[in-house]
């Protein structure tokens, strides 16, 4: 591995992918030329949500990765940081997102070392939206990756969340989003629970609501797993920057929810 | 047909080197050393846009004295061989050993087949996870590479600047006794050097994966108060 230099009329630029390309190592051709395009073999990662806060955004995911109807992984991570102030949640088949979200975190890096100063939030979110059309083609086998991206953003101060679709369609929410097979029953939690102005502790609340309420309806959904302690994967996003929920935060609120739940819900019998 | 001059090998690496070493001369100073938390860097430098000290990965840095143009595509080939390497293989097998060689090989190769030689001195540092693992290579416009622990002093007036630091650097020293002892040295006895007039950033283990930061604006006003 050599010293990469370039003239300037061939030179990548701040842009990682490109340099890939220029190192035929490029993402795209890789995998497609072993995709099998059965979505029934690789796993698949389902809910994630974001809940935007009175200082900043909140971002969750269920721990679950299936593949058709089996459980493939009970705890892997749907919640990553971007860079230090943004992060990414992923639905959608596993090995391609996680994938994706490596270098999506390296472009993001490199583009900072290269040119010295970081991308602005609208800048992150595009080229995520690029990344996934470049996906397109592996996407139309069946092999889709959807996430959802949100910030602070320092410009305008104040949290902001971006959902994608299959082409790279990008379309920032101004207040909640949800992807992945739970996400209308997630979404509707949010929907009924959202408040302008929330405390970021209420935010966090709202999506292990949603996540419950997801793993409660859709069995692709991973609920709270009180015998492994296996809990939603969490993350805060504010201007202090992108910082993940310590599992006994999670596990606390969680508690909290279902004590409340159990309460509210005493099974009772039907009238015979 | 006239015949080209002949010019014996030795007049020619000595006229290389003669050149090179006047463009680096004329450029202000920067020094490389390590201090209790890690690599500090500092260079004078009165531009606040055109960078001379770079993160290059997690625990390696990088400061370049000399033509701007010419240090600059080598930290941007330094960037990309790092990313590309901790992309292929891990983030940990990224190291400034390696790099410290291919810049070293890039440097030489410049030196003896190129018509002109880069005008450049560089240093590479690396944080080590323990204080002694802490290492600063030295390049030279020719391709010489030497690797230190302590500090290291490239670009104009650069023997003076050594002189003063030696008796001044310790490794054991926080960043406020470390900071005023390389700007000393860079200032000498008959000048004094501002915020504005400098550029320092430093490799810090307390500052996780990514341990480049600069230090800057308030906070290296109060270090040298």
Known sequence: MGLPLFRPDNDPGPSFLALLDHAGMGPGEAICNTASGDPGLAPHATTVVAVRHRDGVVMAGDRRATSGNFISHRDIEKVFPADDFSGVAISGTAGIAMEMVRLFQLQLEHYEKVEGKALSLDGKANQLSQMLRGHLPLAMQGLVVIPLFAGYDHRQERGRLFQFDVTGGRYEERDFAATGSGMLHASTVIKLRYRDEMTPDEAVDVAVEALFQAADEDSATGGPDLIRGIYPGMASITAEGFERLTHEHVAARTAAMLE???????????PS | MSMPMYVSPEQLMKDKADFARKGIARGRAAIGCTYAEGVLFCAENPSNT???VSEIYDRI????????????????????HADLKGYTYSRAD??????????????????THEPKPLEIEMLVGEMGEEPNGDQLFHLLYDGTVMDMTTFAVIGGEADAIRERLAGTWSQVADLTASVSAAVAALAGAERTLTADDLEVAVLARPNGRRA???????ELDSLLA
Do not use: I, P, Q
């Open chain 1, 260 to 270: 409340n739940l159990t309460t509210n819900w005493s099974r009772k019998e039907l």
């Open chain 2, 50 to 52: 055109l960078r001379k």
């Open chain 2, 61 to 80: 840095g990088f400061v370049g004295v000399g033509r701007y143009n010419e240090f600059d595509s080598l930290r941007k080939g330094g960037v990309r």
């Open chain 2, 94 to 111: 990224v190291d400034a050993r390696s790099l410290a060689n291919l810049y070293a090989e890039t440097l030489g190769g410049y030196f």
């Open chain 2, 212 to 218: 480049f930061r600069r230090v800057e604006g308030e």
